[in-house]
């Protein structure tokens, strides 16, 4: 996070877990998202409603962690690009949409019961559950968001939108990428306030920057093919080892296998 400019990211705050927190010298509001320094798959990810909460979290996640802001865009998407370090221009080579987890009242049926009707949300019950009311019953047409954190660990629905992808969005994260030291490959976590403003490289806000262990999110789409997720994740292997060969024969230094395996570890 340190790595991206300021006009392209929210207001985020690292907190060392083995210090005692200072809760008056976190200026973002609550609510705010709290998750691991080193994450994935959507773990430990927590909105926290207030300084109770927080302090309750610093005292359980026993691990480096960031506090971040929460972007009022309803859009996230999963943007992957590619960019050799000897050439000017990369290429955007994934571009998904996030559906979030939701249920429509009828009613008549409660939140479980609506959640029950549908495969994706029925397995989401039990950890749904220790949050939100599950005999609550909505409203005809009312939408209740169940899952505000975008992975389709917790339910979230990956789109395909790979039809979106032009030569001006590839120049719009030319730009960005070469704002950051280092950055050819991996995958940005964002949210804009429209496809639109993505294209013109308007009100984007980055929430994460995920390197080499990034997957190009829509393989995930559930009418994408596995032969075709397959291609895709050799072909993105390929190209990253290029990229890693260029780099270590320009001097960059590898990580040690160790430090390589901890932080493997932590990540999941």
């Not at 929210?10 to 060392?16: A, C, R, V």
């Not at 000017?88 to 996030?98: A, D, H, N, R, T």
């Not at 730009?175 to 940005?188: H, L």
């Amino acid at each position: 996070m340190n790595s991206i400019p300021e006009q392209y990211k929210p207001k985020t705050i690292f907190i060392s877990y083995q210090n005692a927190l200072a809760t008056n010298a976190i200026d973002i509001p609550f609510p705010l998202i709290a998750k691991p320094d080193i994450g994935g798959r959507g773990r430990k990810i927590r909105v926290i409603q207030n300084v109770e909460e927080l302090l309750q979290y610093h005292e359980e996640v026993h691990e480096d962690y960031m506090v971040q802001e929460i972007i009022p865009y309803d859009l996230e998407l999963g943007v992957f690009y590619i960019r050799m370090p000897y050439e000017s221009k990369g290429k955007v080579v994934s571009l998904s949409e996030k559906e979030f987890l939701k249920v429509e009242g009828d009613g008549t049926l409660s939140v479980k019961q609506l959640m029950l009707l549908d495969y994706r949300s029925s397995l989401q019950i039990e950890r749904l559950g220790k949050g939100i009311d599950l005999d609550e019953v909505l409203p005809q047409g009312t939408v209740k968001l169940l899952e505000p954190i975008g992975n389709h660990c917790r339910g979230t629905i990956f789109r395909d939108r790979g039809d979106l992808i032009s030569d001006p969005l590839c120049e719009v994260f030319d730009t960005i990428s070469k704002s950051i030291e280092g950055f050819y490959y991996g995958r940005f976590d964002l949210r804009v306030r429209s496809m639109e403003d993505l294209i013109e490289g308007e009100h984007i806000q980055i929430m994460e920057l995920n390197g080499i262990t990034a997957d190009a999110a829509h393989i995930f789409d559930p009418n994408a093919r596995l032969r075709d997720a397959l291609y895709i994740q050799i072909l993105n292997c390929i190209q990253s080892f290029k990229i890693a060969r260029y780099n270590i024969r320009n001097g960059a230094k590898t990580t040690p296998v160790l430090e390589l395996y901890r932080k493997s570890i932590n990540g999941f």
